[in-house]
T-cell receptor, first 117, second 114 residues
């Protein structure tokens, strides 16, 4: 089946640095990808919709200058957490939709655990 | 039995018993619902889905029930196994929005005892 690959699976960084997370669709083209954040023992929260070749659409309350999203190709979306702080520590998960019209399915990556010191 | 903690409700069952996990969704305009299983440190794994024009759908060992009147979704797992231990989330998709713009429920931690 279709696979979404996320990299890195975990990252530790110092406060104030920026971290980039990659989300790739491995065997299908994804015009749309999605980024979620999940705090420990909580649910997934949709952050933004990443659109290939255009600007991302952010959910209410998500800072677009803090979480930069780039979707430069049909198989890659990146999320950059800029000037990360400890409160940004979280599990970040991407998803991508692919398939034929009417048979579209959604696939999730394996997540990236970000720890900001 | 079931208990509700600070963030995540929990359900403990014995191996072989049936499990029922409940979810209340928020948007009466949602037209598509999915149940996901999430193991620790991993992304969500699709279990079963249902469209709003249905009230029941069955898969292998799993059944999803949808009650639109009270905005309630349930997941029934038959003959629960230790490998079923995980957090289960329901997710809803608002009508008219693209697949992938999902809003997740709070989740239930299922623990299966041998």
């Amino acid at each position: 089946g279709a696979v979404v690959s996320q990299h890195p699976s975990w990252v530790i960084c110092k406060s104030g640095t920026s971290v980039k997370i990659e989300c790739r669709s491995l065997d299908f083209q994804a015009t749309t990808m999605f980024w979620y954040r999940q705090f420990p023992k909580q649910s997934l929260m949709l952050m933004a919709t990443s659109n290939e070749g255009s600007k991302a659409t952010y959910e209410q309350g998500v800072e677009k200058d803090k979480f930069l999203i780039n979707h430069a190709s049909l198989t890659l979306s990146t999320l950059t957490v800029t000037s990360a702080h400890p409160e940004d520590s979280s599990f970040y998960i991407c998803s991508a939709s692919g398939g034929t019209r009417g048979g579209e399915k959604l696939f999730f990556g394996s997540g990236t655990q970000l720890s900001v010191l | 039995g079931e208990s509700v903690g600070l963030h995540l409700p929990t359900l403990s069952v014995q191996e072989g018993d049936n499990s029922i996990i409940n979810c209340a969704y928020s948007n009466s305009a949602s037209d598509y619902f999915i149940w996901y299983k999430q193991e620790s440190g991993k992304g969500p794994q699709f279990i079963i889905d249902i469209r709003s024009n249905m009230d029941k759908r069955q898969g292998q060992r799993v059944t999803v029930l949808l009650n639109k009147t009270v905005k309630h979704l349930s997941l029934q797992i038959a003959a629960t196994q230790p490998g079923d231990s995980a957090v289960y989330f329901c997710a809803e998709k608002p009508r008219g929005s693209t697949l992938g713009r999902l809003y997740f429920g709070r989740g239930t931690q299922l623990t299966v005892w041998p």
